[in-house]
């Protein structure tokens, strides 16, 4: 039989900010946004074993063996100092993994979790391995009980959603930008199947939250907070909506270069947009 | 051994101590003119280079080193030399607590031990509104705080969920003070997940309770009962510990070969020297200082046969990183599979010494072997089995590696999980972290969470802002601020690293 593998680039067993209570997160590689924001690039590019990372490895958990890098979870301390190293915002400490086995590492953690969440990278890229791991999940008698939720950009089609959402709980979806303009310019996609997903998403019962990114002078301008209030009351019976604050430190130029939104800026999105109706926001608790 | 003028007279004028700080200051220095405890060089000298450690209990051990009266005994029947007639009413018995609280003797000069508070106080309950009760606690813990300002101080409520643990934690959660530093004993039989869930709430906004694992720590004590005291202290009720000496567990690798060299000969070694010292001990103040005279035990509050010798450890992490280096091997304390494993063989091998060597006066005959804390003196020795302050994984990774020495350690293990504030949007998720550590073994769940002020040090709370005005040298009316400053300076305690934060503000993940 020809199970589906996933391309994991890394396992949170403890998360509260994915989703209620605690969520074992389980990152997938590989993403069909660009995005000019991001704070996880190393989920985007494959990695090309050229071993420049090797050496700054200070547990010497990459090794370079016959042209390929060789990762050894067990000497790893997640201190990400490889991520750092690569120039081409790769990462060596990805690996391909079977359903049974992220089935046993949710079975490792069990009496500590709530819940999956499947996050990225982009995990609605390795659909047809998410497919499995929920009906795996659904059916398994132990593990029943645990949650699936899905982090995702919203790119995914129709068809895409009919075989994700039977198995799935809920999905928390980014709406970078309302503007078609803008949003290309900071994910290098449209947003017309992103906007279409959270319809598509709501009618399923399914639609989680949606999460907004506060750029000044960029997604806080009059048009997109009212574009984006607007939508919110064509949804009707709106979704959360969380707020979250950008913050340049770790991100690639040229966004680097922006300003980090502050409490006040954030405070004052959601006042605007609780004057236009939207009634549950959440903001940060912790400010950069 | 004589006293030093000097320091004396430092203590005298220091503007940031208050008068009865100096009177204790200037006891311990009197105290410690007295000639150390007979021992054997052997061990004098384990002691001198810092293998050993005494924890600063003084050359003349004059009351044990934490007592836990069974306080009960006190509301039930009065007590004649205090002159004081069974209490009838809430207020009363309170009263009575007050006064005994202020006769308790510990090695803090302040009671480590107020009792079980909500089984103490229930009976007197009936008739009381909840308003009524609330407002009492909240009296009540304003004394605390105010007249034994000692983080070692410790209150314990449960296991049976009831109305008085209730107003506790919401008083508790209300004033976020230091003292009385709080334990939750849980069974999942009896306590339920709604006490259980208020506990942790509160844990999210003030870092207490500590939540003690009861159904463990019943089984390794007897009918008469344990409380849970100072840094998570398991001790027997109506008794307590004479002393608390403890062993550097990475002096002891310095000091040998490579790991089989320590395991055969370097640990049996310091253990023997260590039950030596704890001989020497215990032997002063139970066959010299006159201390079972006192009239808590003639009433009844404490009964000399419970008191046990606590043998402490801490250091291990460094210890299996060392010996591990000396064997060529790599991997790391805390993350590494093998290194974990060499951890849990040392104290499986301690623990097994412990239970089969005799120590006279203690309770059972045997000391109970203590992962122990740390206090702010400690360099290059990590707390008991705790992972290195900065380098923990993810909180449930941490359990995991931990999970296994609890059952090695029937007086008690910390851990301290530190947690980024973002929990506190999410409380389940400290719920079921808290389920999920006890599920596993832990004997003990305790979690500081970034952005409270209140914050444990090494086991004990501090004000992140009384240590801001002691180190501007304002003094603090808190005894363990000192304590806590000093730590925090040489120790990095405050540079433990939160785990979890928002990975849309993370800089790669997981950080
Ligand atoms: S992760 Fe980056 S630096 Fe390391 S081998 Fe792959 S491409 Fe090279
Ligand atoms: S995160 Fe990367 S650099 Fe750091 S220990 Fe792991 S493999 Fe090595």
């Given at each position: 039989?020809?199970?589906?593998?996933?391309?994991?680039?890394?396992?949170?067993?403890?998360?509260?900010?994915?989703?209620?209570?605690?969520?074992?997160?389980?990152?997938?590689?590989?993403?069909?946004?660009?995005?000019?924001?991001?704070?996880?690039?190393?989920?985007?590019?494959?990695?090309?074993?050229?071993?420049?990372?090797?050496?700054?490895?200070?547990?010497?958990?990459?090794?370079?063996?016959?042209?390929?890098?060789?990762?050894?979870?067990?000497?790893?301390?997640?201190?990400?100092?490889?991520?750092?190293?690569?120039?081409?915002?790769?990462?060596?400490?990805?690996?391909?993994?079977?359903?049974?086995?992220?089935?046993?590492?949710?079975?490792?953690?069990?009496?500590?979790?709530?819940?999956?969440?499947?996050?990225?990278?982009?995990?609605?890229?390795?659909?047809?391995?998410?497919?499995?791991?929920?009906?795996?999940?659904?059916?398994?008698?132990?593990?029943?009980?645990?949650?699936?939720?899905?982090?995702?950009?919203?790119?995914?089609?129709?068809?895409?959603?009919?075989?994700?959402?039977?198995?799935?709980?809920?999905?928390?979806?980014?709406?970078?930008?309302?503007?078609?303009?803008?949003?290309?310019?900071?994910?290098?996609?449209?947003?017309?199947?992103?906007?279409?997903?959270?319809?598509?998403?709501?009618?399923?019962?399914?639609?989680?939250?949606?999460?907004?990114?506060?750029?000044?002078?960029?997604?806080?301008?009059?048009?997109?907070?009212?574009?984006?209030?607007?939508?919110?009351?064509?949804?009707?019976?709106?979704?959360?909506?969380?707020?979250?604050?950008?913050?340049?430190?770790?991100?690639?130029?040229?966004?680097?270069?922006?300003?980090?939104?502050?409490?006040?800026?954030?405070?004052?999105?959601?006042?605007?947009?609780?004057?236009?109706?939207?009634?549950?926001?959440?903001?940060?608790?912790?400010?950069? | 051994?004589?006293?030093?003028?000097?320091?004396?007279?430092?203590?005298?004028?220091?503007?940031t101590l208050n008068p009865s700080q100096k009177a204790r200051?200037?006891?311990?220095?009197?105290?410690?003119?007295?000639?150390?405890?007979?021992?054997?060089?052997?061990?004098?000298?384990?002691?001198?280079?810092?293998?050993?450690?005494?924890?600063?209990?003084?050359?003349?051990?004059?009351?044990?080193?934490y007592v836990l009266p069974?306080f009960?005994?006190?509301?039930?029947?009065?007590?004649?030399?205090?002159?004081?007639?069974?209490?009838?009413?809430l207020d009363?018995a309170i009263n009575c607590l007050m006064i005994a609280w202020h006769h308790t003797p510990s090695v803090t000069a302040m009671p480590v031990f107020i009792g079980h508070l909500d089984?103490l106080l229930?009976?007197?309950?009936?008739?009381?509104?909840?308003?009524d009760l609330v407002n009492k606690i909240r009296l009540l813990w304003r004394y605390i705080d105010r007249v034994l300002p000692d983080a070692f101080l410790h209150t314990n409520i449960?296991?049976?969920?009831?109305?008085v643990a209730r107003a506790i934690l919401q008083v508790d959660a209300e004033l976020k003070q230091i003292a009385p530093n709080l334990t939750l004993?849980?069974?999942?039989?009896?306590?339920?997940?709604?006490?259980?869930?208020m506990a942790?709430?509160n844990i999210a906004a003030c870092s207490k309770p500590h939540?003690?694992?009861?159904?463990?720590?019943?089984?390794?004590?007897?009918?008469?009962?344990?409380g849970i005291v100072s840094c998570y202290?398991?001790?027997?009720?109506?008794?307590?510990?004479?002393?608390?000496?403890?062993?550097?567990?990475?002096?002891?690798?310095?000091?040998?070969?490579?790991?089989?060299?320590?395991?055969?000969?370097?640990?049996?070694?310091?253990?023997?020297?260590?039950?030596?010292?704890?001989?020497?001990?215990?032997?002063?103040?139970?066959?010299?200082?006159?201390?079972?005279?006192?009239?808590?035990?003639?009433?009844?509050?404490?009964?000399?046969?419970?008191?046990?010798?606590?043998?402490?450890?801490?250091?291990?992490?460094?210890?299996?990183?060392?010996?591990?280096?000396?064997?060529?091997?790599?991997?790391?304390?805390?993350?590494?599979?093998?290194?974990?494993?060499?951890?849990?063989?040392?104290?499986?091998?301690?623990?097994?010494?412990?239970?089969?060597?005799?120590?006279?006066?203690?309770?059972?005959?045997?000391?109970?072997?203590?992962?122990?804390?740390?206090?702010?003196?400690?360099?290059?020795?990590?707390?008991?089995?705790?992972?290195?302050?900065?380098?923990?994984?993810?909180?449930?990774?941490?359990?995991?590696?931990?999970?296994?020495?609890?059952?090695?350690?029937?007086?008690?293990?910390?851990?301290?999980?530190?947690?980024?504030?973002?929990?506190?949007?999410?409380?389940?998720?400290?719920?079921?972290?808290?389920?999920?550590?006890?599920?596993?073994?832990?004997?003990?769940?305790t979690?500081n969470v970034?952005?409270n002020d209140l914050v444990r040090v090494t086991g004990y709370m501090i004000r992140l802002s009384d240590v801001e005005k002691y180190?501007?040298?304002e003094g603090s009316r808190i005894n363990t601020t000192g304590l806590g400053a000093?730590a925090?300076?040489?120790?990095?305690?405050?540079?433990?690293?939160?785990?979890?934060?928002?990975?849309?503000?993370?800089?790669?993940?997981?950080?």
């Amino acid at each position: 039989m020809n199970m589906p593998r996933a391309t994991v680039s890394k396992i949170l067993p403890f998360s509260c900010v994915d989703g209620p209570g605690n969520r074992l997160v389980l990152f997938l590689q590989g993403c069909n946004f660009a995005c000019v924001t991001c704070h996880n690039p190393h989920t985007m590019a494959l990695c090309t074993h050229c071993g420049d990372c090797v050496p700054a490895c200070p547990t010497g958990a990459l090794t370079l063996r016959d042209g390929r890098v060789v990762f050894d979870p067990a000497t790893c301390t997640d201190c990400d100092d490889c991520l750092r190293a690569c120039p081409i915002n790769a990462n060596p400490m990805v690996r391909e993994m079977s359903l049974q086995e992220v089935l046993a590492v949710l079975r490792e953690n069990l009496a500590f979790l709530d819940g999956l969440t499947v996050s990225g990278g982009e995990a609605t890229t390795q659909l047809k391995f998410l497919v499995a791991l929920f009906s795996a999940i659904r059916s398994a008698p132990d593990l029943a009980h645990l949650s699936c939720l899905v982090d995702s950009n919203g790119h995914l089609g129709p068809n895409g959603w009919a075989r994700l959402l039977p198995g799935a709980d809920g999905v928390m979806l980014d709406i970078k930008a309302l503007d078609p303009e803008t949003h290309r310019r900071l994910t290098g996609q449209d947003n017309a199947r992103v906007l279409a997903s959270a319809r598509l998403l709501q009618a399923a019962g399914k639609l989680e939250e949606i999460r907004y990114l506060v750029i000044p002078g960029v997604t806080d301008t009059e048009p997109e907070i009212a574009a984006l209030g607007a939508f919110l009351d064509e949804l009707g019976a709106a979704p959360r909506l969380r707020l979250n604050a950008f913050q340049a430190h770790g991100v690639r130029p040229p966004a680097a270069g922006w300003p980090t939104a502050t409490r006040a800026e954030i405070d004052s999105v959601a006042s605007r947009l609780s004057q236009l109706g939207v009634t549950h926001i959440e903001t940060p608790t912790v400010y950069l | 051994m004589s006293l030093d003028l000097d320091t004396i007279r430092k203590i005298v004028t220091d503007p940031t101590l208050n008068p009865s700080q100096k009177a204790r200051f200037l006891s311990l220095e009197a105290e410690n003119a007295l000639p150390y405890p007979e021992t054997d060089p052997e061990a004098a000298q384990a002691l001198a280079e810092g293998v050993l450690c005494d924890l600063v209990e003084g050359h003349a051990p004059y009351k044990p080193r934490y007592v836990l009266p069974d306080f009960s005994v006190l509301l039930a029947n009065g007590s004649d030399y205090l002159e004081l007639e069974p209490p009838k009413t809430l207020d009363e018995a309170i009263n009575c607590l007050m006064i005994a609280w202020h006769h308790t003797p510990s090695v803090t000069a302040m009671p480590v031990f107020i009792g079980h508070l909500d089984r103490l106080l229930l009976p007197f309950c009936e008739g009381v509104t909840h308003d009524d009760l609330v407002n009492k606690i909240r009296l009540l813990w304003r004394y605390i705080d105010r007249v034994l300002p000692d983080a070692f101080l410790h209150t314990n409520i449960g296991p049976e969920d009831n109305r008085v643990a209730r107003a506790i934690l919401q008083v508790d959660a209300e004033l976020k003070q230091i003292a009385p530093n709080l334990t939750l004993l849980y069974d999942p039989e009896s306590t339920g997940e709604t006490l259980l869930r208020m506990a942790t709430d509160n844990i999210a906004a003030c870092s207490k309770p500590h939540i003690a694992n009861h159904p463990l720590h019943a089984a390794a004590f007897d009918a008469r009962g344990y409380g849970i005291v100072s840094c998570y202290n398991a001790l027997p009720a109506a008794g307590g510990a004479g002393t608390l000496v403890r062993l550097n567990l990475h002096e002891v690798a310095r000091r040998s070969e490579g790991v089989e060299d320590f395991l055969q000969r370097a640990l049996p070694h310091y253990m023997e020297l260590q039950f030596r010292l704890i001989e020497a001990r215990m032997g002063w103040l139970f066959e010299r200082s006159g201390f079972f005279e006192n009239f808590i035990v003639e009433e009844g509050w404490i009964d000399r046969d419970r008191f046990t010798a606590m043998f402490g450890i801490y250091g291990m992490a460094e210890a299996v990183n060392m010996l591990r280096g000396k064997n060529g091997l790599p991997g790391q304390y805390g993350f590494d599979a093998e290194a974990n494993a060499l951890g849990y063989r040392i104290s499986e091998q301690m623990a097994a010494k412990v239970e089969a060597t005799p120590v006279k006066h203690a309770w059972r005959g045997r000391a109970l072997l203590h992962s122990q804390a740390g206090i702010s003196s400690d360099l290059e020795a990590t707390p008991g089995v705790r992972i290195p302050y900065g380098s923990e994984p993810d909180p449930v990774t941490h359990v995991k590696a931990l999970a296994p020495h609890h059952r090695f350690y029937p007086s008690g293990i910390s851990e301290i999980l530190t947690l980024d504030e973002t929990v506190k949007a999410n409380p389940q998720a400290l719920f079921t972290l808290a389920k999920g550590a006890l599920a596993s073994g832990f004997r003990e769940f305790t979690a500081n969470v970034a952005g409270n002020d209140l914050v444990r040090v090494t086991g004990y709370m501090i004000r992140l802002s009384d240590v801001e005005k002691y180190r501007n040298k304002e003094g603090s009316r808190i005894n363990t601020t000192g304590l806590g400053a000093e730590a925090a300076e040489l120790t990095g305690i405050l540079e433990r690293k939160p785990r979890v934060i928002g990975h849309e503000y993370a800089q790669g993940y997981g950080q």
